[in-house]
């Protein structure tokens, strides 16, 4: 049990949080300790009687059983490890951030579900977080199932068949996959690569809240450090830099 314990506590705090959530939330539904209907997200529920709470249940929320426990458990691994990599690899030490990135993603799932009576959003928030680790890390060779390898970047999609395949649904992945992109233009594409605005900004109260534990003060629209002087040597080349270049979060 120590060790177990321990290697709870080396998680990250931000994903250590959502991680357990996960599991408890599920847990406290399949024992029947709190009728399941009311962590759904109902859209009439929510904006009618005021039970405020449903988009929260519903992201840590999930149905377990005999045709779903696989689904559950795979999407809890993609959970643990791809917002463990980008908690300590691009926002290493910027928790404000990090939580932040969450809060869009989550928002705009949340708008997507109540526009689209989608009840449960766990996977679309997992997906989200996954396709962010796959753009910063594009061009990283990972690895899948029977051995296949393919670039990071593809990964979001060959998980959406994966899903497909065991779950039957692909909506749910679709959706964290469309919104993991919007967050991407919005925080390095459009403001870096195209030279837009910078159009999001980590409020000032969530610095407050989770204090950056470097010198730097960063926020949307600012690069990790490794991805900056990976631009920077990229542009100092006289090319257009490659977002995933020079920037790997763990050995796959």
């Given at each position: 049990?120590s060790?177990?314990?321990?290697?709870?506590?080396?998680?990250?705090?931000?994903?250590?949080?959502?991680?357990?959530?996960?599991?408890?939330?599920?847990?406290?539904?399949?024992?029947?300790?709190?009728?399941?209907?009311?962590?759904?997200?109902?859209?009439?529920?929510?904006?009618?009687?005021?039970?405020?709470?449903?988009?929260?249940?519903?992201?840590?929320?999930?149905?377990?059983?005999p045709g779903?426990?696989?689904?559950?458990?795979?999407?809890?691994?993609f959970?643990?490890?791809?917002?463990?990599?980008?908690?300590?690899?691009?926002?290493?030490?910027?928790?404000?951030?990090?939580?932040?990135?969450?809060?869009?993603?989550?928002?705009?799932?949340?708008?997507?579900g109540l526009?689209?009576?989608?009840?449960?959003?766990?996977?679309?928030l997992?997906?989200?977080?996954?396709?962010?680790?796959?753009?910063?890390?594009?061009?990283?060779?990972?690895?899948?199932?029977?051995?296949?390898?393919?670039?990071?970047?593809?990964?979001?999609?060959v998980?959406?068949?994966?899903?497909?395949?065991?779950?039957?649904?692909?909506?749910?992945?679709?959706?964290?996959?469309?919104?993991?992109?919007?967050?991407?233009?919005?925080?390095?594409?459009?403001?870096?690569?195209?030279?837009?605005?910078?159009?999001?900004s980590t409020?000032?109260?969530?610095?407050?809240?989770?204090?950056?534990?470097?010198?730097?003060i960063?926020?949307?629209?600012?690069?990790?450090?490794?991805?900056?002087?990976?631009?920077?040597?990229?542009?100092?080349?006289?090319?257009?830099?490659?977002?995933?270049?020079?920037?790997?979060?763990?050995?796959?």
């Amino acid at each position: 049990m120590s060790d177990l314990g321990d290697w709870f506590r080396s998680i990250p705090v931000i994903t250590r949080y959502w991680f357990a959530g996960a599991i408890v939330v599920p847990f406290v539904g399949k024992l029947g300790l709190i009728n399941a209907s009311y962590f759904l997200l109902w859209p009439d529920a929510f904006l009618y009687h005021f039970q405020i709470w449903r988009p929260i249940t519903a992201t840590f929320f999930f149905p377990v059983g005999p045709g779903t426990g696989f689904l559950y458990l795979v999407n809890l691994y993609f959970l643990y490890q791809y917002s463990t990599r980008l908690e300590t690899g691009a926002f290493d030490g910027r928790p404000a951030d990090y939580m932040f990135m969450l809060l869009f993603n989550w928002v705009c799932i949340v708008i997507t579900g109540l526009i689209m009576d989608m009840q449960l959003l766990m996977i679309p928030l997992i997906m989200s977080v996954l396709y962010v680790w796959a753009q910063l890390n594009r061009e990283m060779i990972v690895s899948f199932w029977f051995g296949t390898r393919f670039k990071a970047c593809y990964l979001p999609w060959v998980i959406l068949v994966f899903n497909y395949i065991i779950g039957g649904s692909v909506i749910n992945e679709l959706i964290g996959n469309l919104v993991g992109h919007l967050y991407y233009f919005l925080m390095f594409k459009y403001p870096m690569d195209l030279g837009g605005r910078t159009f999001l900004s980590t409020p000032q109260c969530l610095y407050r809240w989770l204090p950056s534990r470097r010198g730097n003060i960063s926020g949307f629209g600012v690069p990790p450090a490794s991805m900056r002087r990976a631009a920077e040597h990229q542009l100092g080349g006289g090319g257009r830099h490659n977002w995933g270049q020079g920037f790997r979060l763990g050995d796959q």
